[in-house]
């Protein structure tokens, strides 16, 4: 599954907002109204198509989070066989996931670290 930008700024803003358990797909725009001025990162506007299901709000990580509710959201038996399919046939439904979240806060700028890795990685063939 896919996420929009819509869903996953609305996913990290209810899981800062601290919601927890399901939450119906419906429901959580009005919980967590977000605002959508200028058309998709796709360029394109795309009508807000809400499917039935729930997303699930039960992860601390922020990255975890958005990849509970990409592969099942609330339907932990959908999330469980998304998971369980085994090689090769998971590249087909999920391939390398990599969820990176960045967000600032107000006037703790000085007080950002940046990390960086100093010994160099060499590949081996």
Known sequence: MTLSSEEVVSLVGG??????????????????????G??????????????????????DNISAHLIRNAFGGGDEKHLRKMLSIPAPYS???????????V??????????????????VKAKL
């Open 15 to 36: 899981h800062l907002a601290g919601l927890k358990g399901n939450v119906s797909k419906s429901d959580l725009p009005t919980l967590v109204p977000t605002s959508s």
């Open 91 to 101: 590249r087909r439904y999920r391939d390398d996931i990599t969820v990176t979240v």
């Open 38 to 59: 200028s058309p998709t990162v796709e360029g394109k506007d795309k009508k807000k198509q809400v499917d039935s299901g729930s997303w699930a709000f039960t992860d």
């Open 103 to 120: 967000w600032w806060e107000e006037g703790k700028e000085e007080s950002a670290k940046v990390t960086s890795f100093t010994d160099k």
